[in-house]
């Protein structure tokens, strides 16, 4: 089956950094995304990563270990506003090439405390 | 970014009622697929809404269960066919445009009850 395990909940302070991870065991793997929910929201797209290492995009940041089948979202300064679920998501890929379709992950909500 | 917008926003339905829900985008996308979530839950995929032609689905999911239409590059319908508590979820359609092909817009939802 196809799978992606991430923790169910983090909690972490206003300025702190958190780390939400992410492991996947799909049948086929093009690369790694990570979306935010807030409450009663859409997903919105925050990164991917198609080859192993660090991608930055302001205050976030994602990693991907494909020989690890691993990744993480990381989140720097944190504020109020990131409480929020986070997911993660495989593109789906085949011999014949990348696919658009997402696996999600099981999700995490975070709950920054002031 | 694209601006999508699904009708209805929310809808409480009877049992074996069918309901259809829409998805508009504002621009040409290359690809629509449609999700459902149930409240406090992960996204799973339904099926990706193909122009023109049958829907391709995901496993569990079924064409008579779950119609879907994409007669443009712009729109799309998804029918919750025969309905049942268990149909109860948030359903969403998202988009992949040309020029953001590594990157899913999501609309805000359809929340469905069923009674």
């Known amino acids: 089956g196809q799978s992606l395990e991430q923790p169910s909940e983090v909690t972490a302070v206003e300025g702190a950094i958190v780390q939400i991870n992410c492991t996947y065991q799909?049948?086929?793997?093009?690369?790694l995304s990570w979306y935010q929910q807030h409450d009663g929201g859409a997903p919105t797209f925050l990164s991917y990563n198609a080859l192993d290492g660090l991608e930055e995009t302001g205050r976030f940041s994602s990693f991907l270990s494909r020989s690890d089948s691993y990744g993480y979202l990381l989140l720097q300064e944190l504020q109020m506003k990131d409480s929020a679920s986070y997911f993660c998501a495989v593109r789906d890929g085949r011999a014949g090439g990348a696919t658009n379709k997402l696996i999600f992950g099981t999700g995490t909500l975070l709950a920054v405390q002031p | 970014s694209a601006v999508i917008s699904q009708k209805p926003s929310r809808d409480i339905c009877q049992r074996g009622t069918s309901l259809t829900i829409q998805c508009q985008v504002d621009s040409q996308v290359t690809m629509m697929f449609w999700y459902r979530q149930q409240p406090g839950q992960s996204l799973t995929l339904i099926a990706t809404?193909?122009?023109?032609?049958?829907?391709?689905?995901e496993s569990g999911f079924v064409i008579d269960k779950f119609p879907i239409s994409r007669p443009n590059l712009t729109f799309s319908t998804l029918t919750v066919s025969n309905m049942s508590p268990e149909d109860s979820s948030i359903y969403l359609c998202?988009?992949?445009?040309?020029?953001?092909?590594?990157?899913?817009?999501f609309g805000p939802g359809t929340r469905l009850t069923v009674l």
């Open positions: 998202s988009v992949v445009r040309r020029d953001s092909y590594n990157e899913q817009f």
């Open positions: 799909t049948s086929g793997f093009y690369g």
């Open positions: 809404a193909n122009q023109g032609s049958e829907a391709t689905y």
